[in-house]
């Protein structure tokens, strides 16, 4: 049987409730191996722990919250982070993703949708919640002139254009193919062509380059 996912959970905020906490410890794949308050017991305890994956509570907007993200990042940028956090706090999201965020939760999803999250995240995509994704669509720049601006500056294919904006859905290979009627091994190649043309590594750094180009939609 394959071991749990570990987990590492920053309560900066409390915002993981006490219920919320025991439905992720009630799962067989998944364990809580640190929960700390503050930044120095959370560096301490990743480096002892060695977590899978970071939950960080964050709930305000400020340099403080982005230099703990990029402190933790920066040290452990193989640890994939996810914030718990509020859309009133979308002015930071662009921030956070180009710090190397790799997910978003809000406080008002189920445990189901981070459940969801975690899996992702840990299977190397990303996640962003539904009303994130609405938000982006409303504020990102018309879809045809990302996919010319995109084209022009780096000669991606319309289906390449599409798998990368897919892939900053937070969909798995499999979904991917599935949405587009190919298989998840061509889905593969195409991200290692985009991958190339970008001159990018990682999943992370395609969501990076798509929000700092406004290509989210």
Not at 101 to 119: H, Q, S, W, Y
């Amino acid at each position: 049987m394959k071991r749990p996912v570990r987990i590492a959970i920053f309560e900066n905020y409390n915002l993981f409730s006490s219920g919320l906490k025991s439905v992720l410890a009630e799962q067989n794949q998944l364990e809580i191996v640190v929960a700390a308050n503050s930044i120095s017991d959370l560096l301490k305890e990743i480096e002892e722990k060695s977590p899978d994956i970071l939950l960080f509570d964050i709930l305000h907007c400020d340099n403080g919250g982005i230099r703990l993200i990029r402190r933790v990042i920066r040290r452990y940028p193989d640890l994939p982070v996810v914030l718990l956090t509020s859309m009133q706090f979308s002015d930071c999201f662009t921030d956070h993703v180009k710090l190397g965020v790799k997910g978003f939760v809000f406080e008002n999803e189920t445990p189901e949708d981070l459940k969801c999250a975690i899996r992702k995240i840990i299977s190397g995509s990303t996640y962003l919640p539904r009303e994130m994704q609405k938000w982006l669509a409303e504020i990102s720049p018309s879809g045809k002139r990302n996919a010319l601006v995109l084209k022009k500056k780096n000669t991606l294919t319309e289906r390449e254009i599409s798998i990368l904006k897919l892939f900053c859905q937070g969909l798995t290979y499999k979904e991917i193919g599935k949405k587009l009627f190919i298989s998840p091994r061509t889905v593969e190649t195409h991200k290692k062509n985009i991958l190339t043309k970008l001159r990018l590594k990682s999943t992370a750094e395609m969501v990076k380059y798509a929000f700092h180009n406004h290509l989210i939609i």
